[in-house]
């Protein structure tokens, strides 16, 4: 019985030691993977900072362009106002409402438009002999001053 006793202390010892070294040949593949995986972590982390930071500055930037452009829209607010508050453009925005009502005139009643072209001819050919200085008297005189009359050969006459 005692080779029997040796034979399995002997298995004993023998099977602990296999144990042991697949135990430790385990333990020491853990610990490399464990290494990589922290080292991964580490790679992770500095992604993530380097992330950050760069969502944080082009955070910074918009901001920075929207407060800009807060800042030209309110000058340029101001710019309006003051424009609409200049001498004259009471006139021109009287003006361009006499033309959109000429407008919707011309479009939309039979009788308006060819009265309205055969004036606004007249009043071409009168302002071009005005800035052509054959009209050296209505250039001063407005055409009411003579009595407000259409006919132009009275006017003309005068010169």
Excluded: C
Excluded at 39 to 67: F, G, P, S, V, Y
Excluded at 97 to 122: C, N, R, T
Excluded at 133 to 145: V, W, Y
Aim: hydrophobic residues 40%; proline residues 3%; aromatic residues 6%.
């Amino acid at each position: 019985m005692d080779s029997m006793e040796n034979f399995s202390i002997e298995s004993f010892l023998i099977g602990l030691a296999v144990g042991l070294v697949i135990a430790l040949i385990l333990y020491i593949s853990q610990l490399i993977q464990r290494a990589h995986l922290k080292k991964e972590m580490k790679q992770l982390k500095k992604h993530l900072h380097q992330k950050m930071d760069l969502d944080a500055e082009a955070t910074a930037n918009k901001r920075q362009q929207i407060e800009q452009l807060k800042m030209e829209n309110e000058n340029l607010r101001i710019s309006n106002q003051a424009l609409m508050q200049k001498p004259g453009r009471k006139e021109v925005v009287t003006y361009q409402v006499y033309q959109k009502a000429v407008d919707i005139l011309s479009s939309s009643m039979v009788g308006f438009s060819p009265a309205w072209h055969k004036a606004l001819q007249e009043a071409e050919v009168q302002i071009k002999e005005i800035e052509e200085g054959k009209s050296f008297i209505r250039k001063i005189l407005p055409p009411s001053f003579f009595g407000g009359g259409t006919d132009t050969t009275d006017e003309h006459t005068q010169e």
